[in-house]
């Protein structure tokens, strides 16, 4: 049995591309809960959620305590949606099992990001600034990681004098993401020694843009990526393009959801 908890309350979420694919093909009986319940429904084998909208943080964690699977979806790494052209096959969203990011599995063919167009550079000889992109708030209340801005930007101050930029999630026009930035990441990342994140989707674009990444030991990032800020001058960079392979391979389109794709490939991938 999987238990979806949704926004019962909420017709419109995007949660329902998800979803509703999901009932479609997943190899499990299916059935729905309603999100803003404050216990989870511990006769559930596996669960599901989507963001960390309403009650999901508690409820995840509380699944967590029990020793139960789970399933989070949410935004991609790549090929975001667009509202004003949002289409069945135009847009992914993520898939990860026991954990709000994807696992690294080494060794993929790179058939699934050849679609978005994806360049990665070589690491950056130089740079000056330190970038800092927290995630939103809910991740770090997941993490239990309030104060994680402030308390990161204390200790990147213990081990360097370089100039600090703080780029905070770009949000607008109720979403939030690339689409409602006023300065592009790529635009603050020229010139940058280093991008400081906890779980932030910017690694992927600081890593494309070869300037290397330190982010939390919860990030999807942490692989190939470094985790200690007292290494912030001297930071090992490993090509991402293996990585980036893997991060393709778990997100899917609304389509891919339906049809069975999504199912086919993590099965494939002993995900499922």
């Given amino acids: 049995m999987l238990t979806i908890y949704a926004p019962s309350n909420n017709i419109k979420s995007k949660c329902w591309e998800v979803f509703n694919g999901i009932k479609q093909s997943w190899p499990k009986q299916v059935k729905l809960a309603d999100n803003t319940l404050s216990y989870f429904l511990n006769d559930d084998t596996e669960s599901m959620f989507w963001g960390l909208v309403n009650n999901n943080t508690n409820l995840i964690?509380?699944?967590?305590?029990?020793?139960q699977n789970w399933w989070f979806t949410d935004t991609p790494y790549f090929g975001r949606f667009n509202n004003n052209n949002l289409l069945a096959d135009n847009h992914y969203w993520r898939i990860c099992k026991n954990n709000i990011h994807v696992g690294y599995i080494t060794g993929l063919d790179n058939k699934r990001i050849k679609k978005f167009n994806v360049t990665v550079k070589e690491k950056a000889k130089k740079g000056e600034h330190i970038l800092v992109c927290p995630s939103s708030p809910g991740i770090h209340n997941f993490l239990n990681q309030p104060n994680w801005l402030d308390?990161?930007?204390?200790?990147?101050k213990k081990h360097t004098d370089r100039p600090?930029?703080?780029r905070?999630?770009?949000r607008g026009r109720g979403t939030s993401g690339p689409s409602e930035a006023t300065v592009p990441i790529q635009?603050?990342?020229q010139n940058a020694w280093a991008c400081v994140t906890s779980c932030s989707i910017s690694a992927v674009e600081s890593l494309c843009e070869g300037v290397p990444v330190i982010c939390n030991d919860n990030s999807f990032a942490k692989p190939i990526c470094n985790t200690n800020i007292s290494n912030i001058e001297?930071?090992?960079y490993k090509s991402p393009i293996d990585w980036i392979n893997s991060l393709s391979y778990q997100q899917f389109t609304p389509e891919e959801f339906s049809n069975g794709t999504a199912v086919a490939i993590l099965k494939d991938l002993k995900v499922l």
């Fill in 61 to 67: 964690h509380q699944i967590e305590e029990a020793g």
């Fill in 151 to 156: 308390n990161t930007i204390i200790e990147i």
């Fill in 164 to 166: 600090i930029v703080v």
């Fill in 168 to 170: 905070q999630k770009p």
């Fill in 187 to 189: 635009d603050q990342l």
């Fill in 234 to 236: 001297n930071l090992e």
